[in-house]
């Protein structure tokens, strides 16, 4: 059974950083490219980041340069490391598996990030 | 502001059908990016609804369908019953600027 788990989550001041794990089981996780995924209280989903099986890494302007993702095969877990964090990344944030076809057909239960201070 | 717009909230009786609407542009729907749809019940993490376009994964019931055409697409919802009510998303992929994932704004779907 594919299983994604996610753990690290909290709350952060202003300009602080946050290092999320999300840790999976149940498939091949070297094979797949991963993503994280966010949604604010209340509003819709927004992509995050993207790392592809090669390492590579992908961010929409609105985490680049501040969020960094990488993943640890060996250990079958995915990170999200947030820096200079701001009250508009407060968010539950999923990791997710991509298929070829780049959907997103396995989610973990989400992590809770609160920037305030 | 979404890249795909959906409309905020449908509603239908049990038994009836409804579509939700996705609608996006040259660089991401029209420029042949599949088109993919996520339910959400309250609480809980998005699951996938509909993949490529019209694909069901394994479990999903055939009331419920998707398609595309040009720029748009659409989920349809047919034999509408309470547990239909959630929160539903269309994604896609997008060629422009920094995007590369983007999600339509989401729409709720109320069973009467």
């Known amino acids: 059974e594919v299983q994604l788990v996610e753990s690290g989550g909290g709350l952060v001041q202003p300009g602080g950083s946050l290092r999320l794990s999300c840790a999976a089981s149940?498939?091949?996780?070297?094979?797949?490219?991963m993503h994280w995924v966010r949604q604010a209280t209340g509003k819709g989903l927004e992509w995050v980041s993207a790392?592809?099986?090669?390492?590579?890494?992908y961010y929409p302007g609105s985490v680049k340069g501040r969020f960094t993702i990488s993943r640890e095969n060996a250990k079958n877990s995915l990170y999200l490391q947030m820096n200079s964090l701001r009250a508009g990344d407060t968010a539950v944030y999923y990791c997710?598996?991509?298929?070829?076809?780049?959907?997103?057909?396995?989610w973990g239960q989400g992590t809770l990030v609160t920037v305030s201070s | 502001q979404s890249v795909l717009t959906q409309p905020p909230s449908v509603s239908g009786a049990p038994g009836q059908r409804v579509t939700i609407s996705c609608t996006g542009s040259?660089?991401?729907?029209?420029?042949?990016?599949?088109v993919h749809w996520y339910q959400q019940l309250p609480g809980t993490a998005p699951k996938l609804l509909i993949y490529?376009?019209?694909n069901r994964p394994s479990g999903v019931p055939d009331r419920f369908s998707g398609s595309k055409s040009g720029t748009s697409a659409s989920l349809a919802i047919t034999g509408l019953q309470a547990e239909d009510e959630a929160d539903y998303y269309c994604?896609?992929?997008?060629?422009?600027?920094?995007?590369?994932?983007?999600f339509g704004g989401g729409t709720k779907l109320t069973v009467l």
């Open positions: 997710a598996r991509t298929t070829v076809e780049r959907d997103f057909d396995y």
């Open positions: 149940g498939f091949t996780f070297s094979s797949y490219d």
């Open positions: 790392i592809g099986t090669a390492g590579d890494t």
């Open positions: 040259s660089s991401n729907i029209g420029a042949g990016y599949d």
């Open positions: 490529g376009n019209s």
């Open positions: 994604q896609s992929y997008d060629s422009s600027l920094s995007a590369s994932v983007v």
